[in-house]
């Protein structure tokens, strides 16, 4: 009796001890599951399963502020480099332009040139811009006529050069140029007018690429930082789907990528 009561509590050591042992080798085996599986994560590239967010959490993201940094680059208009001062210096210069241009014109039309030596005159004057219409229309006028479209061309001119003007822009205002012109001209005598100023009006303001870059870095800078909050379970990218930016962020903000062993998990299923 003594023999066999000494071997019981051995034989119950070793089956404790075989138990323990076999809790533990089936808790591994089947624990396997809580180890961070799943594939890792790519931008660009399709979920293996979807992923929610593990925990409620928001912070400043980087991806949606630069998105929307890079809109209010985009909404800036291109930047042009005309200026009051600009304009008003390439007024007088075109002004001065029509000075020299229509001197020969002055000239015939001065006090005690003869209506033939005028004819003489005009007769040759600007013969690579006046069409055969307008040249008529020279030719009819007196010295008082003359003066009136001289003085409406240039007043014209002046307040075109002194307006921004586009070299985008520059086309169509000089195809319109006509139907600027007031005071008592006739058709004929705008037309005219038209002709002589037309070669004249030019850009004052082109496109700057430093301003435009300034524009664009000003309003990207005023751009305020982005928030993206999640709730707890709410699904970060659905399976199938490509993980991008935005989700792609998330995940690496949760750590959803990083290795481990999920501990609590694995403690409660022992």
Do not use: C, H
């Not at 085996?29 to 399709?46: D, H, N, S, V, Y």
């Not at 020299?100 to 007769?123: M, N, Y």
Request: no cysteine.
């Amino acid at each position: 009796m003594s023999v066999v009561a000494a071997a019981k509590p051995i034989t119950a050591g070793r089956l404790i001890l075989a138990s323990i042992l076999l809790i533990a080798a089936m808790s591994v085996i089947l624990g396997l599951e809580f180890l961070p599986a799943q594939a890792t994560l790519e931008e660009g590239m399709p979920a293996s399963s979807s992923v929610a967010a593990p925990r409620a959490a928001q912070y400043v993201s980087d991806v949606l502020t630069e998105r929307e940094r890079e809109a209010a680059r985009e909404a800036v208009e291109p930047q042009y480099d005309f200026t009051i001062a600009r304009g008003a210096s390439v007024a007088a210069q075109q002004v001065r332009e029509l000075d020299r241009k229509v001197a020969s014109i002055d000239a015939a039309f001065a006090e005690g040139v003869t209506p033939e030596d005028r004819a003489v005159i005009l007769a040759d004057t600007l013969a690579g811009d006046l069409g055969t219409d307008d040249r008529a229309t020279l030719l009819a006028l007196d010295a008082v006529r003359w003066e009136a479209l001289r003085a409406e061309a240039a007043r014209i001119l002046d307040t075109v050069e002194r307006s921004e003007l586009r070299d985008t822009e520059l086309a169509p205002i000089r195809d319109g140029i006509q139907g600027r012109f007031a005071g008592d001209l006739t058709g004929p005598e705008a037309a005219l007018a038209a002709a002589l100023i037309q070669p004249l009006i030019v850009p004052n303001s082109s496109f700057s690429a430093v301003l435009t870059e300034q524009a664009r870095s000003r309003a990207a800078e005023g751009v305020s930082d982005v928030v993206k909050s999640w709730q707890r379970g709410e699904t970060i990218v659905r399976s199938g789907d490509r993980v991008d930016e935005v989700a792609f962020e998330a995940i690496d903000r949760f750590g959803l990528n990083e290795g481990g062993l999920d501990v609590a998990r694995l403690s409660g299923f022992i």
